[in-house]
């Protein structure tokens, strides 16, 4: 089965500056992933997904991710982050069946 | 138009009492997945739903729970002698296509305390 490994647990940035949160996959075929962001008290909610095609791909608010086969990541990026971005951030991956892995998730916290 | 929707959003129970945990999918929706978090976790895959076939029940932690979706719409997460490692948030989501492809639609989830 398919895995996913979020290195990081906590991740504080200023305001406008730029963000990067890792998120590494095992799996043995293509995978289908996902980026989430959950805010507090809220469901999650999906920022971008990559199934086939263009490793660059682009989402809501201003995030994108690449993927990388070569080093089974997934990171998600976005070039200036915004005191409204600060929330837990999930990776997924799917595989052809009906399992939906996820990451232990990422803490974001923005500075003033 | 609506989201999934998912009640109650807190359930407190004592040890050993049953609950029952209610989703409204997205109308039309085909799949639903229970997901449960724990605290400082990801959501980790308990059932899933293509209409109202149960085809994979392999995430439920034992046969104290259990899914239901008779008529292939709203869906229900039974929790038979609740323990205190039963607390978590429980996760509906559900999506238009079949399988883990699809982008997924959550609710807010039920808070379970157990006390």
């Known amino acids: 089965a398919q895995s996913v490994t979020q290195p990081d647990i906590h991740i504080t940035v200023s305001e406008g500056a730029s963000l990067e949160l890792r998120c590494n996959y095992s799996?043995?075929?293509?995978?289908?992933l996902f980026w989430y962001v959950q805010s507090p008290g809220q469901g999650l909610q999906l920022l971008l997904k990559?199934?086939?095609?263009?490793?660059l791909v682009q989402g809501i608010k201003g995030f994108e991710a690449e993927f990388k086969r070569s080093q089974s990541s997934f990171n998600l990026r976005k070039p200036s982050v915004h005191w409204s971005d600060a929330a837990e951030y999930f990776c997924a991956v799917g595989d052809n069946n009906n399992d939906m892995r996820f990451g232990a998730g990422t803490r974001l916290t923005v500075k003033p | 138009g609506a989201g999934v929707s998912q009640s109650p959003r807190y359930k407190v129970a004592k040890r050993g009492q049953d609950v029952a945990l209610r989703c409204d999918p997205i109308s039309g929706h085909v799949s639903l997945f229970w997901y449960q978090q724990a605290l400082g976790q990801g959501p980790e895959f308990l059932t899933y739903?293509?209409?109202?076939?149960?085809?994979?029940k392999s995430g439920l932690p034992s046969d104290r729970f259990f899914a239901e979706r008779p008529e292939g719409s709203v869906s229900t997460l039974k929790i038979q002698r609740t323990q205190q490692e039963d607390s978590a948030v429980y996760l509906c989501?559900?999506?238009?296509?079949?399988?883990?492809?699809?982008?997924?639609?959550f609710g807010n989830g039920t808070r379970l305390t157990v006390t």
């Open positions: 989501a559900s999506s238009t296509i079949q399988g883990a492809k699809s982008p997924l639609h």
């Open positions: 739903f293509q209409n109202e076939a149960q085809l994979d």
């Open positions: 799996y043995g075929a293509t995978p289908y």
């Open positions: 990559y199934f086939s095609g263009d490793t």
